[in-house]
């Protein structure tokens, strides 16, 4: 079975710019999750989707935003982006949405640069 | 507000040697404690992961240590070997309505030498 795949995985953007990031989750799994990594913070919980609804939110300004399909794909957007922004982008994946018994499983990221 | 603490930062042990990682958790609403393991360019994938019903777990060489009343839990590894050097990862979750949200440690890198 194929992993969770996130496109794409190297991105450099500007200051003030947008940029829209995507993952497929693995087939099957219902939910998908986003982090945000950066060294200073570590591994933020940004949002979950589930069954194309924010089920969960982090706390992250609202410049950062999300949705998901019916196929279960999610993209998650950032707007006027800082320089704070830069960050490895990470998505996972669960059947119905962690807990106990059900792993998350996370794709390679999309590194996202902001000059 | 960190809800999950881990030590230490980072960790030098020898090739057979039994590295020991430690988190304290801050949220008694947490009942789902994984381990994730990070390579470099890649993403965490789960190591091992454990509830508060139990005190201990072991899957191959890797062990989780639990501890309720103190609110801590850790991870051990036996026989550590050079491919065990990673970044490791405790994290924690809460009950159903928010199962899905992993509140991650600060990390831990691991290095392993011959």
């Known amino acids: 079975k194929a992993g969770v795949t996130q496109t794409p995985r190297y991105l450099i953007k500007t200051r003030g710019q947008q940029v829209t990031l995507s993952c497929s989750p693995i087939?099957?799994?219902?939910?998908v999750s986003w982090y945000q990594q950066t060294p200073g913070q570590g591994l933020q919980f940004l949002f979950e989707?589930?069954?194309?609804?924010?089920?969960n939110k982090g706390n992250f300004p609202g410049r950062f935003s999300g949705r998901q399909f019916s196929n279960s794909r999610s993209e998650m957007n950032v707007s006027t982006l800082e320089l704070g922004d830069s960050a490895l982008y990470l998505c996972?994946?669960?059947?119905?949405?962690?807990?106990?018994?059900?792993?998350?499983?996370f794709g390679p990221g999309t590194r996202l640069t902001v000059l | 507000q960190q809800q999950v603490k881990q030590s230490p930062q980072s960790l030098i042990v020898q090739k057979g040697g039994i590295p020991i990682i430690n988190c304290a958790y801050e949220n008694t609403a947490f009942d789902y404690f994984p381990w994730y393991q990070q390579f470099p360019g890649k993403g965490p994938a789960l190591l091992i992961a454990i509830r508060p019903d139990v005190s201990e777990k072991k899957e191959g060489r890797f062990t989780i240590s639990f501890n309720k009343s103190a609110k801590q839990f850790s991870l051990h590894i036996m026989d550590s070997q050079p491919g065990d050097s990673a970044t490791y990862f405790c994290?924690?979750?809460?009950?159903?309505?928010?199962?899905?949200?992993?509140?991650f440690g600060t990390g831990t890198r691991l290095q392993v030498t011959l």
């Open positions: 996972a994946s669960s059947l119905a949405g962690g807990g106990a018994t059900d792993t998350q499983y």
């Open positions: 087939s099957g799994h219902r939910s």
């Open positions: 994290a924690a979750s809460g009950n159903t309505g928010t199962a899905s949200k992993l509140t």
């Open positions: 989707y589930f069954s194309e609804t924010q089920r």
